[in-house]
């Protein structure tokens, strides 16, 4: 690494303690300036003309550098500060979140801190985000299981937060099926929080990614938690809500999955179930999809997907017309029949199962024999 490169990532993580994330006046003052010089405004409390908001924000930690402990304590645990200068900055995941409303929690992030083996941008440009209730029940775990399971093999990489309940319950599926997955944090990517899934956070760490907009040693906060939410949205092309009280850190990423834009769904679950009562209400009020397995979680985000049993092959009649599908279930699945049968038993003019017949012999569907037609094998 140059001395330019390294005097850019210092100022970088210089910026990323500076000022609380996410901090679009501290960002806009970048835009302008570039990081290095951005930084020493900062520092020496002067700023250009309109770019006063980025002192006010900076106030209380302009004073305090530790962009240099930052970065050897993100190197020891084996994380790196990704920043939008980086190839593996998730740009056009996070992009929304620049047209969004900035006032309350919005706004891009200046920096992430990122842990693991994975490309950032690449795991988020396939990820669902499945969220849910930290008192999950026993009904939501398995649903939660289920659906990481399906999406892991298909290869979508499965977004969630760490926490108890659904998140973990998302994580570990996709890891019992080697898939991706991505942990976001609400805490400094030197710390493991909830203590309890401290081996877990570890074990996705170490096959696929644990990210982080707060520096080494940034303990949680409820407030935290609340902006966190916006990245695990973001990062997503569709969220999934398993079990969510009406208010409930579920909700309010459900919330940001409506402001961004992203496709949102939601799992019914028992009337009488307190957990499912926010999933119902998005999914009465329309502003989310209902969703039941992994195949309706899969067109959510991509309707033109797919997704089938074995590693999702299609089946072999999907590319045939409305006209050849009747005619190839006309024929029976063992032995061979005329065209007259066909005919008869499709419900379609000869004109018609002829000419179908004619194309599917070339696509190799099926076979004459004889006179007779029968299915290819």
Not at 162 to 180: E, K, M, N, S, T
Not at 183 to 208: F, K, Q, T
Not at 209 to 232: C, D, I, Q
Request: contains cysteine; negative net charge.
């Amino acid at each position: 690494m140059g001395a330019r490169d390294d005097a850019e990532c210092r100022a970088w993580a210089y910026l990323a303690r500076a000022a609380e994330p996410p901090s679009a006046a501290v960002l806009a003052l970048c835009d302008d300036l570039g990081p290095v010089d951005a930084a020493d405004a900062i520092r020496s409390r002067s700023v250009p003309r309109g770019h006063e908001a980025a002192l006010e924000v900076t106030g209380a930690r302009a004073d305090t550098d530790m962009s240099g402990e930052d970065l050897e304590i993100a190197d020891r645990v084996g994380a790196r500060l990704v920043t939008r200068a980086d190839d593996e900055w998730p740009g056009w995941q996070l992009m929304a979140l620049g047209q969004a409303d900035t006032a309350f929690r919005g706004g891009e992030p200046l920096a992430l801190w990122v842990r693991g083996p994975g490309r950032l941008d690449e795991m988020a440009g396939a990820g669902i985000a499945l969220v849910g209730s930290r008192a999950a029940s026993s009904y939501g775990e398995q649903v939660t299981s289920s659906l990481a399971g399906g999406l892991a093999a298909e290869g979508v990489a499965v977004i969630s937060g760490a926490a108890y309940g659904i998140d973990g319950a998302a994580h570990r599926a996709a890891l019992a099926c080697g898939a991706p997955t991505i942990a976001v944090m609400a805490c400094g990517i030197d710390r493991e929080y909830p203590a309890g899934h401290a081996r877990l956070i570890s074990e996705i760490a170490a096959h696929g990614l644990v990210v982080s907009e707060y520096p080494p040693g940034t303990t949680a906060a409820k407030h935290r938690f609340l902006t966190r939410n916006r990245l695990v949205a973001a990062m997503a092309n569709a969220v999934i809500v398993i079990e969510a009280g009406r208010r409930s850190g579920a909700a309010n990423t459900a919330a940001w999955a409506r402001k961004l834009g992203r496709p949102l769904g939601a799992v019914p679950g028992p009337v009488t179930s307190a957990t499912s009562v926010g999933c119902h209400q998005m999914i009465a009020d329309g502003s989310a999809v209902l969703v039941f397995d992994a195949p309706s979680a899969l067109a959510l985000s991509a309707p033109d997907a797919t997704l089938g049993t074995g590693g999702g092959r299609a089946r072999s009649t999907d590319s045939l017309s409305s006209d050849e599908k009747r005619v190839h279930d006309a024929i029976p699945g063992r032995g061979a029949v005329t065209i007259d049968e066909i005919a008869f038993s499709a419900g379609l003019d000869l004109a018609v199962v002829r000419s179908a017949l004619a194309r599917m012999d070339v696509s190799g569907h099926v076979q004459n024999v004889d006179g007779a037609w029968k299915l290819a094998r």
